[in-house]
Each structure stands twice: as C-alpha cells, then as structure tokens.
C-alpha cells in the first residue's frame, strides 16, 4: 500500500502505472485515474487482487536476486525514481532496478495465470515504453515469475519510437484534462506496440500497389471519413487495408496526398496477432 506521502507526490506527476490508462484512450479511464490522483477517489481492488499485488512486492528482490544468479547480469538502482519534464509534462518512474553500467530499467512481474511472455509483454507495453522515455534507454529488461510454473523468464524489450510519440501527444492531453482543462476530443486508443522482430513497411512498397489500386483505398478512406458512425461502412473500410497486411508485417502505413494530405492510414498487428486500423487526422500529430 501506498504512504500518505507517496500518494501526495503522486499527484504531480504521470506515473507509468497510469500509462494504460492513457494510451486507452477512454475518457472514463481517464475520469477515474484523474479522481485517484487527485485523491477524491479510493483506488480499489478485490481481495485476491490485492493479494496477489502484494505477493508481487513481496517477491520483488527474491525474483531480482534469482534472475541475477541465473542470467549474470547485475543490478543496482532498486527502487530508484525518476521524474523527466517533457514540454510541460512530469512523466515519473520507479524502478524495480537498473542494469549497471547502463540505463536499461529492469521491470519485474509476477504472474499466477496462463498468459505467456507475448500476452504479458503486450498487457504491460504502455508501463515499458513509459519507463524508456523516463529513462532514456532504448530497452528495457521484462522479468517475469511464472507462478504457476515456479519459473522465471526474461525478454529485453526494445523501445518504439513511433508509439512514444504518440503517447507523449496523448500524455499532453491527459495532464491537460487532470489540471481541469477540459477533454480533447482527438484523444483516441493507441495502437499496439511495434516490435522489431517483424518489419514494417509502407503499403505503396507492396507489389500490387498500382493507380487503379490507389485510387480504391482513397475511396476507402473517404468512407471511414463520410460513415465513422456507420458501424458496417466503416468496418469495410478498414477491412480493405487489413487485408493488404503481410503476414511478416508489423505495421503498415498509407500516406495520403491532395486535399488529404497529412492524414494517414496505420494497420498494426499486434504481438498476439490482432489487426487493427486507424485513419490519423493532421490533428492526430502524425
């Protein structure tokens, strides 16, 4: 459990546990994280949540120490804290620890479920890219104790760049709305993560692309424009650009140009093998 003071401290900055919250784009998540912070809300879980949060504390060294011996890499740094200002923007970590000789946080979790080190990479994406901004790293070291299993894995995760960005733009808008400046409505779910073990590309590099070819996703992306409330036009229409995905690719991208230029069509795939699309407005800062 918190202190009265961590909770007070908490409140002048965005922590990485709120980076799920802010990258879901959901105003009601937005609502109710704001409310904790402020402390007109009490943050509440279940009691086996709670339990298992706390099992997690607990375990915190034990898994550190372990993963040391088994990997023979060192670490200081334990639970050290960083606030770094981005424009007007307090973004805060605490570390589970550093690498040393380096700026590599090392985020440690304990899992009592089935989930595998891909679900969990993805569930705790928005918390691990958090840290690689407040860091500066390009990495991030993800340890996991298995508990199920009694065994404990690591992957190093690489930063995304492009996410980053997003979420910093985002991240502007949350701390505006949570100093009582109201919502921007062009707050929106980011898209999964982009993982460098699959490339990205943009769709005029596929071999198919053609003028007839352009021509059909302009209309495509007029559709979402003209039926965004139109659940069927709309799904279509983002359908077409899905289905141009390859199966090797992460993310893809589709500039368009004339009167839309600066706006953009983004296809993703996510570590667990989800497709999405999104059509990004100049207003969306891409």
């Given at each position: 459990m918190l202190t009265e003071s961590q909770l007070a401290e908490r409140k002048t900055y965005i922590g990485s546990s709120d980076a799920k919250s802010i990258a879901s784009g959901d105003i009601v998540q937005w609502e109710n994280t704001a409310a904790i912070k402020r402390g007109d809300k009490?943050?509440?879980v279940s009691?086996?949540?709670q339990l298992k949060m706390d099992t997690g504390s607990y375990m915190e060294s034990f898994v550190i120490d372990k993963w040391q011996e088994m990997s023979g890499i060192t670490t200081n740094m334990r639970g050290a804290g960083r606030t770094q200002l981005f424009g007007d923007v307090p973004l805060h970590s605490t570390y589970d620890a550093m690498i040393v000789g380096s700026k590599i946080p090392v985020?440690?979790?304990?899992?009592?479920?089935?989930m595998d080190m891909d679900d969990l990479i993805e569930l705790y994406s928005p918390q691990i890219q958090h840290h690689m901004l407040v860091s500066g790293s390009e990495s991030t070291m993800f340890v996991v104790f298995h508990g199920l299993r009694c065994t404990i894995k690591w992957r190093k995760v690489i930063k995304d760049n492009d996410w980053c960005s997003m979420y910093l733009l985002q991240a502007k808008k949350f701390w505006d709305f949570y100093q009582g400046n109201g919502?921007?409505?062009?707050?929106?779910?980011?898209?999964?993560i982009v993982y460098d073990d699959m490339y990205t590309m943009d769709l005029r590099e596929h071999d198919d692309f053609s003028p007839d070819f352009e021509s059909s996703l302009n209309l495509s992306v007029e559709n979402m424009?003209?039926?965004?409330?139109?659940?069927?036009?709309?799904?279509e229409s983002k359908n077409m650009f899905k289905e141009w995905l390859p199966p090797k690719c992460r993310k893809m991208t589709y500039a368009?140009?004339?009167?839309?230029?600066?706006?953009?069509?983004?296809?993703t795939r996510s570590k667990s093998g989800t497709v999405t699309c999104r059509l990004n407005t100049p207003k969306d800062g891409e």
């Open positions: 009490e943050f509440k009691k086996d949540v985020e440690v979790k304990c899992h009592f479920g089935f919502v921007d409505d062009s707050i929106y779910t980011l898209p999964p424009i003209d039926y965004k409330g139109a659940e069927h036009m709309n799904t368009l140009t004339g009167n839309r230029k600066g706006w953009s069509v983004v296809v």
